[in-house]
């Protein structure tokens, strides 16, 4: 065989391989999670995609990048969290596929496929392929990592894990590339990307120092200025990510979530937090969507002494494997550095503890179980050892497997709200936030007798749930039991000023007993905390429209659908518009509706009437009979559709 020939099949063979490795990982990535992809929006994803105006239009592109997440809210949005990517990637997915699920979680199960190849490129680049590969395998199938996977709302641990990876991998490369400056700019632009996916981003140039400095192969023969080269970049760059963070929300952590919670307090939660994320990994299971946070206060507190215990074994393992596996240490900082932003129970959110938050973490924990089960496997010792070191592959299929189906059957939890909060329930009885929540699916089923009983024992749990507060104000409007109504609605605000949804209640209330000043000056103050709100401004226009004020409804109903589409606002201009006999505007309204919703009924039954008043009768009947199809019962479409069949030769079409 010539040299030439030789040279051109031994690529060949290397890129066979690299491909079968590559295909191999993204079904490991793929698979555990494919069930996922029927299941649909659930918790916040009802919020941060569904009736987020930010998703639906590029209009408010501005604001993703200069507001935070929940400022689409208005005054009740102000929040620590500044994430533009995750609304990025949803008004992108939204813009190509629609308001589908099934698009929104392809997304999820496609980053995950990448974050577990970059898993494999990082560790073979430490450990070798077969380490790499073992490691990669088990951070496909860790049954922690179903959250992140299969709740859409979660994209944020998924798109910062990518971006994080990417731009280490990029750092541990600037040594090896003759094109320094492109290098450092590709850095600059991965890491940004993963400072405005999530906030844990920031520890990255910390890691990078420390790998630097303690880790790399040549640390002892470059110069101070070398090193300062390579690590400058991704310290410049989270500089200005602080500034931009400061100038957006008044500070790097605006809001204090528990201001009364002390810093003895929140030391003593933080290892206890630690403890629990330790275990999870290593036991992964009593999964659940929500869990209740209760601070630590003594350091006997049982929590805090497992917590001390684990972080003791970690350090003495850490300090063994520094002498006799130096690289793998660094394990121990994959785990724990970006862990370090979530432990401050302080400027945390409800949920201080998540499953979610170990996405990025658990690669220096299987980084340790792949470089155990391969060191194992090749041990040579006694013959009595031989037959463990044989089994080790057994044992690492049969872990991935027990991995794999716990994954698929963690997954079912996020078919649906009522499925995610009754299994969180389960394990988190206390948890009255997820009560309430549970409480209003079943509001919106129609069952309102379980709904009230899911909000009372929500308020038995956590009296000052300004949510159950204001969903039994709601229950109780329903009930026409209004002055019951009024004081849940005023307990609410008194908990929560800002509580959009709380002055539209209370608003509505107010309008069914005659205040009408009252009601308007509360819907007022309710678009005023929240613009965006279509919920507010379409609330405030059905109260003036009833009231003969079409005027003022137009104007209400204009800056609903300015704020975004939907088809309540539409319709209810093109009924100002019919009412006005201006029906080009009618049926522009109608027509705007209909490309929002063509289901919707009131729309088809609308443009019918349109249609009628503008001498097209054959077009009027096809749309009121698109009504009935779906609303048989409906009076208007049903006389009016008698009325045109008596009035022409048109026949009822039929599927």
Same mark, same amino acid.
């Given at each position: 065989?010539?040299?030439?020939?030789?040279?051109?099949?031994?690529?060949?063979?290397?890129?066979?391989?690299?491909?079968?490795?590559?295909?191999?990982?993204?079904?490991?990535?793929?698979?555990?999670?494919?069930?996922?992809?029927?299941?649909?929006?659930?918790?916040?994803?009802?919020?941060?995609?569904?009736?987020?105006?930010?998703?639906?239009?590029?209009?408010?592109?501005?604001?993703?990048?200069?507001?935070?997440?929940?400022?689409?809210?208005?005054?009740?949005?102000?929040?620590?969290?500044?994430?533009?990517?995750?609304?990025?990637?949803?008004?992108?997915?939204?813009?190509?596929?629609?308001?589908?699920?099934?698009?929104?979680?392809?997304?999820?199960?496609?980053?995950?496929?990448?974050?577990?190849?970059?898993?494999?490129?990082?560790?073979?680049?430490?450990?070798?392929?077969?380490?790499?590969?073992?490691?990669?395998?088990?951070?496909?199938?860790?049954?922690?990592?179903?959250?992140?996977?299969?709740?859409?709302?979660?994209?944020?641990?998924?798109?910062?894990?990518?971006?994080?990876?990417?731009?280490?991998?990029?750092?541990?490369? @600037?040594?090896?590339?003759?094109?320094?400056?492109?290098?450092?700019?590709?850095?600059?632009?991965?890491?940004? @990307?993963?400072?405005?996916?999530?906030?844990?981003?920031?520890?990255?140039?910390?890691?990078?120092?420390?790998?630097?400095?303690?880790?790399?192969?040549?640390?002892?023969?470059?110069?101070?200025?070398?090193?300062?080269?390579?690590?400058?970049?991704?310290?410049?760059?989270?500089?200005?990510?602080?500034?931009?963070?400061?100038?957006?929300?008044?500070?790097?952590?605006?809001?204090?979530?528990?201001?009364?919670?002390?810093?003895?307090?929140?030391?003593?939660?933080?290892?206890?937090?630690?403890?629990?994320?330790?275990?999870?990994?290593?036991?992964?299971?009593?999964?659940?969507?929500?869990?209740?946070?209760?601070?630590?206060?003594?350091?006997?507190?049982?929590?805090?002494?497992?917590?001390?215990?684990?972080?003791?074994?970690?350090?003495?393992?850490?300090?063994?494997?520094?002498?006799?596996?130096?690289?793998?240490?660094?394990?121990?900082?994959?785990?724990?550095?970006?862990?370090?932003?979530? #432990?401050?129970?302080?400027?945390?959110?409800?949920?201080?503890?998540?499953?979610?938050?170990?996405?990025?973490?658990?690669?220096?924990?299987?980084?340790? @179980?792949?470089?155990?089960?391969?060191?194992?496997?090749?041990?040579?010792?006694?013959?009595?050892?031989?037959? #463990?070191?044989?089994?080790?592959?057994?044992?690492?299929?049969?872990?991935?497997?027990?991995?794999?189906?716990?994954?698929?059957?963690?997954?079912?939890?996020?078919?649906s709200d009522e499925v995610l909060f009754r299994q969180a329930l389960q394990s988190q009885s206390d948890a009255s936030l997820v009560r309430?929540?549970?409480?209003?699916?079943?509001?919106?089923?129609?069952?309102?007798?379980?709904?009230?009983?899911?909000?009372?024992?929500?308020?038995?749990?956590?009296?000052?749930?300004?949510?159950?507060?204001?969903?039994?104000?709601?229950?109780?409007?329903?009930?026409?039991?209004?002055?019951?109504?009024?004081?849940?609605?005023?307990?609410?605000?008194?908990?929560?000023?800002?509580?959009?949804?709380?002055?539209?209640?209370?608003?509505?209330?107010?309008?069914?007993?005659?205040?009408?000043?009252?009601?308007?000056?509360?819907?007022?103050?309710?678009?005023? #905390?929240?613009?965006?709100?279509?919920?507010?401004?379409?609330?405030?226009?059905?109260?003036?429209?009833?009231?003969?004020?079409?005027?003022?409804?137009?104007?209400?109903?204009?800056?609903?659908?300015?704020?975004?589409?939907?088809?309540?606002?539409?319709?209810?201009?093109?009924?100002?518009?019919?009412?006005?006999?201006? @029906?080009?505007?009618?049926?522009?309204?109608?027509?705007?509706?209909?490309?929002?919703?063509?289901?919707?009924?009131?729309?088809?039954?609308?443009?019918?009437?349109?249609?009628?008043?503008?001498?097209?009768?054959?077009?009027?009947?096809?749309?009121?009979?698109?009504?009935?199809?779906?609303?048989?019962?409906?009076?208007?479409?049903?006389?009016?559709?008698?009325?045109?069949?008596?009035?022409?030769?048109?026949?009822?079409?039929?599927?």
């Amino acid at each position: 065989m010539s040299l030439r020939a030789s040279l051109r099949r031994e690529p060949s063979a290397e890129n066979r391989r690299e491909v079968a490795i590559f295909f191999s990982l993204f079904l490991l990535g793929l698979l555990p999670y494919v069930n996922t992809l029927l299941s649909g929006f659930v918790y916040d994803d009802n919020f941060q995609v569904v009736a987020n105006p930010y998703v639906h239009s590029f209009r408010h592109l501005r604001e993703i990048f200069t507001t935070t997440v929940w400022s689409f809210e208005g005054a009740a949005g102000v929040t620590n969290y500044f994430r533009p990517m995750m609304t990025l990637g949803y008004l992108l997915t939204y813009q190509i596929a629609g308001l589908v699920p099934f698009s929104f979680h392809l997304v999820n199960l496609v980053l995950n496929c990448v974050a577990v190849w970059l898993v494999f490129v990082l560790l073979r680049r430490f450990s070798g392929e077969r380490v790499a590969l073992v490691a990669a395998g088990l951070f496909a199938l860790h049954p922690i990592h179903t959250e992140p996977v299969a709740w859409i709302a979660a994209v944020t641990d998924l798109q910062l894990t990518v971006f994080y990876l990417g731009a280490f991998l990029l750092y541990l490369r @600037l040594a090896e590339t003759d094109r320094r400056l492109r290098a450092r700019i590709i850095l600059c632009v991965v890491f940004l @990307l993963a400072l405005l996916s999530k906030e844990q981003a920031m520890t990255l140039p910390v890691m990078a120092t420390i790998f630097e400095y303690f880790y790399r192969d040549d640390r002892s023969t470059t110069t101070a200025w070398e090193k300062l080269s390579r690590i400058g970049p991704l310290w410049a760059m989270a500089a200005f990510y602080l500034t931009i963070r400061t100038l957006i929300l008044g500070g790097v952590a605006s809001v204090l979530m528990r201001p009364n919670l002390s810093w003895h307090d929140t030391l003593l939660s933080s290892v206890s937090l630690l403890g629990g994320y330790i275990a999870k990994l290593i036991w992964p299971a009593h999964f659940a969507a929500f869990y209740v946070f209760h601070p630590s206060r003594h350091f006997i507190d049982a929590a805090v002494l497992l917590g001390a215990a684990g972080l003791v074994a970690c350090a003495i393992l850490f300090l063994l494997l520094w002498k006799r596996a130096h690289l793998l240490s660094f394990a121990f900082l994959l785990i724990f550095l970006p862990l370090g932003p979530v #432990l401050n129970a302080r400027w945390m959110p409800a949920s201080v503890f998540a499953e979610r938050y170990l996405y990025l973490p658990s690669v220096g924990f299987c980084w340790l @179980l792949g470089w155990a089960a391969v060191k194992l496997w090749n041990a040579e010792g006694p013959a009595l050892l031989r037959p #463990l070191a044989r089994a080790v592959p057994v044992l690492v299929a049969v872990v991935a497997l027990l991995y794999a189906v716990r994954t698929v059957t963690r997954n079912r939890d996020w078919t649906s709200d009522e499925v995610l909060f009754r299994q969180a329930l389960q394990s988190q009885s206390d948890a009255s936030l997820v009560r309430s929540d549970l409480g209003a699916v079943y509001y919106n089923h129609g069952n309102l007798a379980q709904a009230e009983r899911e909000w009372q024992e929500a308020l038995s749990n956590g009296p000052s749930n300004v949510f159950a507060i204001d969903n039994m104000a709601l229950l109780r409007q329903q009930q026409h039991r209004y002055l019951e109504s009024l004081d849940y609605s005023w307990r609410a605000l008194r908990g929560r000023p800002a509580y959009t949804m709380a002055h539209v209640n209370l608003a509505e209330t107010l309008a069914a007993v005659g205040r009408d000043a009252e009601a308007e000056w509360q819907f007022r103050i309710s678009t005023t #905390l929240t613009p965006l709100s279509t919920r507010a401004h379409n609330g405030y226009g059905k109260f003036l429209f009833q009231r003969g004020r079409l005027e003022d409804a137009r104007n209400e109903y204009e800056r609903s659908v300015e704020a975004d589409s939907t088809t309540d606002a539409y319709n209810q201009l093109g009924k100002i518009y019919f009412t006005w006999k201006d @029906l080009p505007r009618a049926e522009r309204a109608y027509r705007h509706a209909l490309g929002v919703d063509n289901f919707d009924i009131d729309a088809h039954v609308g443009m019918g009437q349109v249609l009628e008043a503008t001498g097209h009768p054959a077009e009027a009947l096809r749309e009121f009979e698109k009504g009935l199809e779906m609303d048989p019962s409906d009076a208007v479409a049903k006389a009016a559709a008698v009325r045109l069949r008596a009035n022409s030769s048109a026949k009822p079409i039929t599927q």
